[in-house]
């Protein structure tokens, strides 16, 4: 029987980095317990004081195929390259100029909201191109 995952990301800025990835992904921050219109609002009742309420954060993909997406406050930072990442299907079933063409443009929505191009892979033999790139705390992914 498959299992349901969840990617779990240390990070600085948990909230932060949901957004960044929400956005990135099309998916939505999970909504907060019923009854409560925001996660402050939610977390205030349970008596979690405001410096304590940007521990953890969570995205969901709003079809429901994806993985949930969870993002941990750690006390130190990124430090090596990921050995695990996500590749964005930003071109699926795209190849040569037109491939390129599509992730060079998510990769400029991307960067706008806050990720940078590393670098740049062009098609050869045996694979097709694809942009590395990393998030606003350094994560690599690739578009693909």
């Known amino acids: 029987m498959a299992r349901d995952i969840q990617v779990t ?27 409560f219109a ?13 410096e304590l309420q940007n521990l953890r954060a ?3 993909d709003p079809a429901g195929k994806g993985p949930r997406l969870y993002f ?4 130190e930072g990124k430090t090596v390259k990921n ?4 590749d964005v299907r930003a071109a699926p079933g795209l190849t040569g100029d ?6 060079a443009e998510e990769a400029l929505r991307l960067e706008a909201l806050g990720a940078k191009e ?21 994560n690599e992914f690739c578009l693909d």
Not at 83 to 86: G, S
Not at 121 to 135: G, L, P, R, T, Y
Request: aromatic content about 8%.
């Open 58 to 60: 969570a995205i969901t």
């Open 98 to 103: 037109e491939r390129m063409a599509a992730l």
């Open 9 to 35: 990301y240390d990070c600085a800025d948990p909230r932060a980095q949901a957004e960044f990835w929400a956005a990135a992904l099309g998916y939505r921050t999970q909504p907060p317990p019923e009854g």
């Open 118 to 138: 590393l670098y740049r892979f062009e098609a050869n033999a045996m694979d097709e191109s694809m942009i590395a790139m990393a998030d606003p705390e350094g």
């Open 38 to 50: 925001d996660w402050p609002s939610a977390l205030t009742a349970q008596g979690v004081p405001p």
């Open 83 to 86: 050995r695990v990442h996500l």
């Open 72 to 75: 941990q406050k750690v006390p």
